[in-house]
């Protein structure tokens, strides 16, 4: 397939989603008979509402200008298909768990996520840098998956069904649920390790080792718009009690201002644009915190602005570091003459990241302004952290647009010597268009108001509320606030060297911060690893079936400890004269291959214990085992005497007090057997079972001989993983018969 022809499909898919916009007011579910279970409660279902065609829209069609993008920007790689590959699943995951009706569904894909963005974070997995990066994404958003998961169980016990539909009507039920404040934390630590709120933000920067076009992506329109989706997906089933809005409200503010500030400070323009990424994210966080139905409007518009100018912002850096070969803000300066149209781009996407002016983000910003102001108690302090964090990102604005386009440009070693110009359309052609969606539809909002961002913002909260996106509301407070933050931002700018002077202490207690306690995890955990390795994988097959042995009989013994005993089934009344011969061959082979002091013998007594177990299913009416018993016992004393001839003679290895040990160890081993054995014989037994293998063994398996059909159709992959076990025996004992060494002359 040539190059070319990948952006066509995740357009085709653009397309197929801008089919559904007509019905998004409407929710639709979408089954899929494959993947369902109704013993577990899963379905291959698929929702199409305002929320999840918004989030599907954004996928495709900034992941259409990205594979655009990346064609150009990745040429020379000689990984391109396994990069893009990658890059189709990670897009692929995203869709299936916006989509996804079933909470089992949106986990799976949710993992996947985690999963193809660790392949596409570690693309270049030479370099040291890049493997700890993707390694740290995964192991923080996979430990935010699996605790999420918990929650999604929680949540289907509490309601009885994994399907969004019922559970998003019953929130009710679930806020008054004993298991409310465990689910709450369960899904609350999925969402903000996967969007990256303090203290599970520092994976997010280290991801900037991926490629551009990952970044662009992962930062605009999936991996990290996940967290915001989940929270706003379960708004109505697990919002508006107390501890969900402080929870959200404080970890959504202390990550806005964290990251604004972070990005003030940094000197890449991906780690920028990283760190104002998660500003951004906090302030959707803080939105569906508060909950009321401006307060989610504000959140959808700003989601939508977000990702337009942050694709763009992004695309931009990866230009700047393809032409000039470095993205160092104090290494750039006086690039507009070299590149005007990446340039304007930048420009534009700037005015969006600080968010005044003719541009979406700015109405955004002003409603959210006004959704805090009705806030009550919390209004104050997310007041504040909005004001602190607009200034902030107002710098930052101006650091990646002003700095590398119109600042000086620098002398010295870091100077990249005036190279760079614009490139080939295929780069800077998306970037200018993201940026410019900004503005257009500030200016003319109201089709994609009402199409898009009205229906998404009424799936999040199930309400009709009229949505209203206007860039003039007047000279109002917002707007005049707004003014003198973005002045107060470009001061900031232009004394940054001093700011950064004085934030040099709080960088050493930074050092001291979720990063190295990160370290500190994964060291333990590895060391750890290696001491458990010592102990458990000491490479002796003797020792590690000894582990197994030891651990089960503790655990069966501390079961029926605990539960009172075990109660036992004697009927050795019943045992008839040559049921206890047949059982006394049994114990007299076993103990005669325990202690034989040859191989064949030992072989030999082996073979009476199984041609007896052969005897006894014949007494107990069962011949077709009986008649299997006995072939395979067979065939396993014929091979056992074909290896065992090309073995060493054989000698005694152990000392004495080992073979005491193995011998008091295989007796209790054999006495918990017998004690559950016995113990079972207490159990009802479920007769029903018999008359449905009868009844179904020749109408579903095809076969008359019952026995034979259990095990070949309604055990078939109990016996397949049998017969995959006896095949890798034999290629182990092939290989080793084929390491003996050969006789030289």
Known sequence: MSKWLLPLIPFALFLAFLAAVPGASEPRVIELPLGTSEELGTRLSFRLDGLSILFALLITGIGTLIYAYGTRYLAGRTDLPRFWSYFTLFMISML????????????????????????????????????????????????????????????????????????????????????????????????????????????????????????????????????????????PALGGSEEWIAALAVAGALTMVSGAVMAV????????????????????VMLLGIGTPAAVQAAIVFLFAHALYKAALFLVAGIVDHETGTRDVRSLGGLRRLMPLTATAAILGAVSLASFGPVLSFAAKEMMVMAIAAAGEWRRPLEIAIYTSAVLLAAAAALVAIKPFFGVIPSGPRNPGGRGHDPSAAMWLPPLLLATAG?????????????LLAPASAAVHQTQERLYVSLWHGINAPLLLAAAATAAGFIVYRTRERWIAIAEPLGRIGALGPT??????????????????????SGYLRVYLMIILVTLIALVLMANAAGGGIRLAWRLGQVALYEAVVAALIIAGAITASLASSRLGAIAALGVVGYSVAINYVIFSAPDLAMTQFVIETLTVILFVLVIYRLPRFSVLTPPPQRVRDAVLATLFGAVITLLVLAAQLEPVRADLAAYYGANAYVKGHGRNLVNVILVDFRALDTLGEITVIGIAAIGVYALLRMRPEVRP
């Open 96 to 235: 299936g768990l916006t989509l996804a009706e079933n909470l089992i569904t949106l986990f799976i894909f949710w993992e996947l996520t985690s999963l193809s963005s660790y392949l596409l974070i570690g693309i270049d997995h030479e370099r040291p840098e890049a493997r700890d990066a993707a390694l740290k994404a995964l192991l923080v958003t996979g430990g935010g998956g699996m605790a999420l998961l918990a929650g999604f169980v929680l949540i289907g016990s509490a309601v009885g069904s994994f399907e969004l539909t019922s559970i998003l009507a019953q929130g009710d039920l679930i806020r008054a649920h004993p298991h409310y404040i465990p689910i709450l934390i369960l899904v609350l630590l999925g969402a903000f390790t996967k969007s990256a709120q303090v203290p599970f933000h520092f994976w997010l920067p280290a991801a900037m080792e991926a490629p551009t076009p990952v970044s662009a992506y992962l930062h605009s329109a999936t991996m990290v718009k996940a967290g915001v989706y989940l929270l706003a997906r379960l708004l």
């Open 516 to 537: 190295a306690w990160y370290g500190l995890f994964l060291r333990g955990m590895n060391a750890t690893a290696r001491a458990q390795t010592r102990v458990l994988q």
């Open 265 to 284: 400070l940094a000197t890449d323009l991906k780690q920028i644009l990283a760190y104002s990424t998660m500003s951004a994210l906090g302030s959707m």
């Open 439 to 451: 503005v257009v539809l500030a200016l003319i909002p109201g089709p994609i108001t009402a199409a």
